[in-house]
């Protein structure tokens, strides 16, 4: 939805999350040889209501926050990756033939055709779309991913990142950014996917999102919240019954382990909790784990676990892809 940017070597990206309970940036850095360093992170909190299921409600208490955690960062890149939540943003896998898909393409209509799609007018749409390749099944067709969302969410992201003097270079789903993070941790730990599916959860002190992710993607998501700030018990609960929702939609489907993530992650006694109430066994992600380490930066902000940092994490490493 934004451009992209290239320079040779090494490469640099901040990723920025713009969360209800605060504004987290993440700035990473990719050497010429495929090592990724850590270069710093930062969080600033925001009041309740600043920002509400995804929607910027106050711009200005936004921008200062993430101005803020800039200052904090001893930022050698301006390229920031943002997101949207998932539901703000209609994605679909469309099939063209390849001869249909050659036509468009060469009469540049494959953007105006990918508009059609979308359930709202074109002048209030933010369109990207890309070609995933051949039909696994069928080879005479092209398979075309095509993500949507109203123009007016994609303007305020980029306004904010413009107000703090950074430079707007990709817009993606929060989805795609905390599955990218997840792989890459297992990744870099060697802590290899197993045949079954993962369970991602992240822990707010008020909400609980469920993420259940297997080799082809992300296979389900949900989430809950409530009013008051949970323990360990509480939060294993909610956790418990999001799960429960995932084998009613996903029957005989088994989970290999539940990873857990965000800001009440390390929470006292959680783990043990979410053991002893789920029967999986549990992992606290650290999306740092096995990364260098920059000149200037803390191990970890005094403000909590490195799992908080999912999110932007994923964003930053879209930045460094190749």
């Not at 920025?16 to 969080?43: D, F, K, N, Q, Y």
């Not at 209501?49 to 200052?71: K, L, N, W, Y």
């Not at 996903?250 to 993530?261: E, P």
Request: aromatic share 4%; proline share 5%.
């Amino acid at each position: 939805m934004a451009g992209w940017w290239r320079w040779p070597g090494s490469r640099r990206a901040l990723g920025l999350e713009i969360g209800s309970s605060g504004v987290r940036l993440v700035e990473l850095e990719r050497s010429a040889r495929g090592v990724v360093t850590l270069h710093g992170c930062a969080h600033v909190n925001l009041s309740p209501g600043v920002v509400v299921d995804g929607q910027v409600e106050h711009f200005d208490a936004v921008a200062r926050a993430i101005a803020q955690t800039c200052e904090r960062l001893r930022l050698r890149t301006r390229q920031v990756v943002m997101a949207l939540p998932a539901a703000s943003v209609l994605q679909r896998t469309v099939r063209l033939e390849r001869c249909e898909y050659e036509r468009r393409a060469r009469g540049a209509r494959l953007e105006a055709w990918a508009a059609s799609l979308a359930p709202f007018s074109a002048e209030d749409l933010a369109l990207d779309f890309a070609v995933l390749g051949p039909a696994p099944d069928s080879p005479s067709e092209v398979e075309v991913l095509i993500a949507a969302a109203r123009l007016d969410r994609v303007q305020d992201r980029l306004a904010l990142a413009e107000a703090a003097g950074l430079e707007p270079a990709v817009i993606e789903t929060e989805s795609h950014a905390t599955q990218r993070a997840c792989q890459a941790w297992q990744q870099r730990t060697r802590c290899e996917p197993e045949s079954a599916p993962m369970a991602l959860v992240e822990l707010d002190p008020q909400a609980a999102r469920l993420k259940v992710i297997d080799s082809a993607g992300m296979q389900f998501e949900r989430e809950t919240t409530w009013r008051e700030r949970a323990g360990a018990v509480r939060l294993a609960h909610e956790v418990v019954r999001l799960l429960q929702h995932f084998h009613e939609a996903c029957a005989g489907r088994r989970l290999a382990c539940l990873m857990v993530a965000g800001d009440a992650a390390a929470e006292d006694g959680l783990g043990d909790a979410l053991a002893r109430a789920s029967g999986l066994s549990v992992r606290l992600v650290d999306p740092f784990a096995a990364m260098g380490l920059g000149p200037h930066v803390d191990r970890l902000e005094p403000t909590g676990h490195p799992s908080a940092y999912l999110q932007a994490c994923g964003l930053a490493l879209r930045g460094i892809e190749s």
